[in-house]
């Protein structure tokens, strides 16, 4: 019981936090989803309770354990077997959700085999890179492009669901870690500038192409972003979602209309209660508490990177920038999705959106985090 | 684990990459949370994205402006019985195509056809067949279908049958409508409202003639406003109703039309008009002492309901279509000659022809009566006589009087399309001219305001119609119409003086008006006879070419009721002479006016009473009723339960009075000995009776003897004396 006095409370009270603001909104935001599927509002609740506690026990085991047992080569490689199971599994039976198959429908539980993945990318970069560290220095390419070659199949399936946003958020992460080897001093600045200017290129060069009419017009992904590039021209067809979000946004202004009390969600918005609980959450409570949200997540993500950075063996540092970098690009792939920064890739917000995977995923990163931060206060207070 | 230093400084060096790494990702993490703070409280205080006024996107998104339609404001006789009130009709559709099904499942499309057509074919009177067809359309993709003018400005009732067949995929559409319940009922004078398409592609009701167009404004009322925010599925969501701008209902109209009397008019006129079939026809009755218009009509006339007959005849011929009037200008003339103090009535003349300057007056008698008095000039309508009097008094002081009479000029009835009248006034044969309602046109509002002088001490009184204007909102009386002098063309010596000349018109054995005597009153009237210009500029010949009218007072020595009939150019029908005709008008109405006055003088205001329900209960209760409340019940058809009454519910009517009830179908003919005009009426309304009259006054002869069996439909002619 020694550990429990060095709990990182930068990283539990946020979690925990985030956890209930979470059951909050999804119960809130479900209230019309729940009319339109003849369930209620409260079946959402209990469940989304369930799911919080479950993560709970699952990020005490994460924090309890020792973190060498996810390194066993058994686990390892039993992790990689299921991992490619579960995600081949989905792309053949998997339950068709907005176009997309990225469920596997157990009775009353889905599981979405992408959240996993994410975890698996961030554990088994870190325990690959620190395993060859030393090769990775002299031979970088050589020494990781079997480790990318399996990524690469396994978010390949992701791609085809097709589950853009998620395939993204994977490719963000492989990116982050497989840069933060520190085998190299500038790249990473290097890339992250690219990275930015790249986008301010897509931005200028969409605003001016007429896409709507185009060739690609027709294709889906297309659309997204056709959408948004001109919201409100496609008002009636694929700019409806983000024009209503910024609906929601608007409607509840700095301190929001009350809990309980959207008109969005009852209807206008597309998944009030996944992809849009923010827009939801910003016209019940306001932009402040949406502020509040996003500097709790933001506090996760930063207490990461620093431990990341304190860290001793590169695993637990690769871990904690993996960590960082799920939250982070998540929230900003689901915000920027919501606020019309990005593209809407139907990304769910880390914590807040409704999913029992997602939430399993996160806790077990809190755990990890958690671990990792009495590790390094034992070895301080040492 | 032994590390040689080279190997221990590549490792420091790959931590501190590392932790370079780990403060970008810092400062990268820190700008993606910061931008889309700022993002976002760009959105939720800002309120616009791209241009677009977040705020007003919203505001048209959750509300709904409903209109609430105002209603259109009932017009009132003066027994508050409605003439004209709003109405819903029904147009019928039928849909077809398979896929409209409802929420349970249940079919919204026609399922069983010949059923449809069978329940269609009888309540629109149209060929089953036909329906059939209409049903089973050519293009198989036709959505749904209507009837054609069968289907459409159904009744309440015709929508209720089909109904209670419950088809399936048989609906109706509803259009706000007029309905005029008397059907012919002063129409040109209340005129007539229709639905109008609005710029925004609403419907309201917008009056197009008469009444209904002059108080359009205050009939219409103002449409309300409710906001109502709703979902996206369009339900209201809950607390968000609000009132932006509360309906106001159109004032209610209460006009001073008796419809007794009025109803009596109209059936006279009918009658007349088919006999003579003339060019048009006008009457109108006035209470004397107060200025009330009792009763007005005309012919051309039209059902403003079904709008039959409008085409016939557009202009309200009241006060719109002056002319000229003739000899009844003569009673004007007289009464300007006695008042200027230039009348001699027992002076004399040379009747027959006179002639000023190159121009020639004649008499109507062309031979004349020799030299005779101006008092029997006035009685045989000479106009010789006239052009004396005109010259006696000089122009100057006649066109003063035609012009206090308040001649050629509006009498601001606030009837649209108003006229003035003209005057031919430059020579001296003109100005003779005008003195015998020649070379002046005149309205018949103008010519009855005119006469008031004379049936009252001498005060013009202008002839009114609006009793009052009623604000259904607030229950308030926006309106009193009250007796309103318009002038004191001459002095009550004068007027009463005219009155007995106008006496003796109708007495004296020479008299030209001995056709309007009333039984047991003395009336004071004049005729006249007035050429009608050609469409060529020049008096027509003939009978048919004159426009024949009478104006008269009654009681002539202190008149309560005026009257005005014009005929113009009527077939010569040998039968009768047409001041014999004209009395058919004049005569019953005048009468039956006299009567209800003298029942409201005998019995008192106090003495009155509402006419109790009756239809539904059986015979003997009916009896028992009236007769408990003075009533004298006058039951037809040998059925036990009472189908229909008159009056109507809720009339007022006077003790002893006779209300008519009917049973059933078989009907026997009562005796109707004794009757006034408007009982007969009454009973041939319920009866179905096509009823003549001739004579004035009280039953004395029934064509059909009491006893007989009768058919709706039949003629009946009722003798009265």
Redesign the interface.
């Known amino acids: 019981m020694k550990k429990l006095k060095l709990v990182d409370y930068y990283v539990l009270i946020p979690y925990i936090v985030l956890s209930f603001i979470g059951i909050v909104m999804v119960y809130s935001a479900s209230t019309n989803v729940a009319a339109s599927t003849g369930t209620t509002a409260a079946a959402y609740l209990i469940k989304q309770s369930a799911y919080v506690v479950v993560g709970l026990v699952l990020a005490f085991i994460f924090f309890r354990m020792r973190l060498s047992i996810l390194r066993n080569w058994r686990v390892v490689t039993f992790a990689t077997g299921g991992i490619l199971f579960l995600v081949l599994f989905v792309l053949v039976f998997g339950a068709r959700v907005n176009g997309a198959k990225g469920w596997i429908n157990l009775g009353p539980v889905n599981i979405q085999p992408e959240e996993f993945l994410k975890l698996y990318i961030v554990l088994f970069l870190a325990h690959y890179m620190d395993s060859h560290q030393f090769s990775i220095e002299t031979h970088y390419w050589r020494t990781m492009r079997g480790a990318l070659a399996l990524l690469a199949v396994l978010v390949g399936c992701i791609l085809i669901q097709p589950d853009t946003g998620g395939a993204a958020i994977d490719i963000c992460i492989i990116l982050i870690m497989a840069l933060a080897s520190g085998n190299k001093h500038n790249v990473p600045m290097e890339i992250l500038t690219g990275l930015f200017v790249a986008y301010i290129g897509m931005l200028s060069i969409l605003s001016h192409v007429d896409l709507t009419h185009s060739f690609f017009g027709k294709s889906y992904q297309i659309q997204r972003f056709v959408a948004f590039v001109d919201p409100f021209g496609t008002i009636k067809t694929v700019g409806r979602q983000l024009v209503n979000s910024y609906y929601a946004i608007s409607n509840g202004g700095l301190f929001g209309v009350g809990l309980g009390n959207s008109i969005q969600k009852m209807g206008y918005l597309p998944e009030p209660n996944t992809d849009f609980i923010l827009a939801v959450t910003s016209e019940e409570l306001g932009a402040i508490a949406v502020l509040g949200i996003l500097l709790l997540i933001g506090t996760l993500a930063f207490r990461a990177i620093r431990l990341g950075n304190r860290a001793e063996t590169a695993y637990e540092s690769l871990m904690c920038y993996g960590i960082a970098t799920l939250l982070t690009v998540q929230t900003l792939f689901n915000v920027g999705g919501v606020v019309g920064a990005l593209p809407i890739t139907g990304v769910t917000l880390p914590f807040i959106s409704y999913g029992g995977s997602s939430m399993l995923v996160l806790s077990m990163c809190m755990g990890l985090l958690l671990n990792v931060s009495a590790r390094e206060k034992r070895a301080r207070t040492a | 684990m032994n590390r040689d230093p080279n190997?221990m400084s590549?490792f420091d060096?790959?931590?501190?990459?590392?932790?370079?790494?780990?403060?970008?990702?810092?400062v990268?993490?820190?700008v993606?949370?910061i931008?889309?703070?700022i993002?976002?409280?760009y959105?939720?205080?800002g309120?616009h994205?791209?241009h677009?006024s977040?705020?007003k996107?919203?505001q048209a998104?959750?509300t709904e402006q409903q209109t609430i339609h105002a209603q259109r404001g009932t017009i009132y006789d003066a027994d508050k019985n409605p003439i004209a009130m709003d109405t819903n009709t029904y147009t019928v559709y039928a849909v077809l195509n398979k896929r409209q099904v409802g929420a349970n499942g249940k079919p919204l499309y026609v399922t069983n056809k010949a059923k449809a057509a069978q329940v269609l074919s009888k309540a629109l009177h149209m060929d089953e067949k036909k329906i059939a067809q209409i049903l089973n359309p050519e293009n198989k993709n036709t959505f749904q279908v209507e009837f054609g003018a069968a289907g459409k400005n159904l009744s309440i009732a015709t929508k209720k049958s089909i109904e209670a067949a419950h088809l399936n995929g048989v609906s109706f559409t509803t259009q706000s409508a007029r309905l005029y319940p008397n059907g012919i009922f002063a129409s040109h004078m209340i005129g007539y409202a229709q639905p109008t398409v609005l710029s925004g592609g609403a419907t309201t009701l917008a009056g197009k003639m008469g009444l209904e167009q002059q108080l359009n404004k205050q009939l219409s009322g103002e449409n309300g406003v409710k906001q109502v925010?709703h979902?996206?599925?369009g339900y209201t969501?809950p607390d968000s109703q609000q009132n932006k701008k509360p309906v106001k209902n159109g004032d209610n109209v209460y006009t001073t039309l008796n419809p007794d009397l009025q109803n009596l008019l109209e059936n006279q006129m009918q009658i007349l008009n088919d006999k003579l079939q003339p060019k048009n026809m006008v009457a109108m009755l006035l209470d004397t002492k107060t200025g009330k218009i009792l009763a007005a009509s005309q012919r051309p006339t039209f059902n403003a309901t079904t709008m039959e007959g409008l085409d016939a005849q557009w202009t309200n011929l009241l006060v719109s279509d002056p002319y000229e009037p003739g000899s009844t200008m003569k009673g004007i003339s007289l009464a300007a000659s006695i008042d200027s103090g230039h009348f001699k009535g027992s002076d004399t003349y040379q009747s027959g022809r006179y002639r000023i300057g190159n121009a020639i007056v004649p008499d109507w008698n062309p031979a004349g009566w020799g030299v005779i008095s101006y008092s029997k000039g006035f009685d045989l309508s000479s106009n010789v006589a006239m052009a004396h009097l005109e010259q006696q008094m000089g122009p100057t002081t006649w066109q003063k009087y035609i012009k206090n009479f308040g001649f050629l000029k509006s009498t601001n009835s606030g009837l649209p399309g108003e006229a003035h009248g003209t005057m031919q006034f430059a020579q001296p044969i003109e100005q003779a001219n005008t003195a015998f309602g020649q070379g002046i046109t005149v309205t018949p509002m103008q010519l009855m305001q005119a006469y008031t002088a004379i049936a009252g001490n001498g005060t013009m009184i202008k002839p009114y119609y609006l009793d009052k204007v009623v604000d259904p909102n607030t229950g308030k009386t926006v309106y009193r119409g009250k007796t309103e002098t318009v002038g004191h063309a001459i002095s009550a010596e004068t007027a009463a003086k005219v009155r007995n000349h106008m006496t003796d018109y109708v007495y004296k054995s020479y008299g030209m008006g001995h056709d309007f005597k009333i039984n047991g009153y003395k009336v004071a009237a004049k005729t006249g006879t007035a050429q009608v210009v050609g469409s060529n500029g020049q008096y027509m010949d003939g009978m048919d070419s004159t426009l024949n009218s009478v104006i008269g007072m009654v009681p002539a020595k202190n008149p309560r009721y005026l009257m005005y009939v014009t005929v113009n150019q009527p077939k010569q029908v040998p039968e009768k002479t047409i001041t014999q005709w004209e009395n058919d008008v004049f005569g019953p109405v005048m009468t039956e006016a006299l009567a209800m006055n003298q029942a409201t003088a005998l019995r008192g205001k106090e003495t009155s009473t509402k006419v109790p329900k009756l239809v539904g209960q059986s015979v003997d209760d009916a009896n028992k009723t009236l007769t408990d409340m003075s009533l004298t019940p006058v039951v037809v058809g040998d059925g036990d339960k009472i189908t229909a009454q008159l009056p109507a519910v809720g009339q007022k009517t006077l003790n002893n009075q006779r209300i008519f009830l009917r049973a059933g179908n078989n009907l026997t003919i009562t005796d109707m000995k004794g009757w006034s005009m408007g009982d007969v009426l009454a009973y041939a309304k319920l009866t179905g009776l096509s009823l003549r009259t001739s004579g004035s006054g009280f039953a004395t002869e029934q064509s059909i003897a009491p006893g007989k069996t009768i058919q709706p439909g039949n003629d009946i002619t009722v003798k009265f004396k």
């Open positions: 190997e590549s060096n790959t931590r501190r990459n590392r932790r370079h790494f780990g403060n970008v990702l810092l990268a993490t820190l993606v949370f931008l889309l703070g993002r976002f409280i959105i939720s205080v309120k994205v791209q677009v977040l705020s996107q919203t998104l959750y925010k979902d996206s599925l969501l």
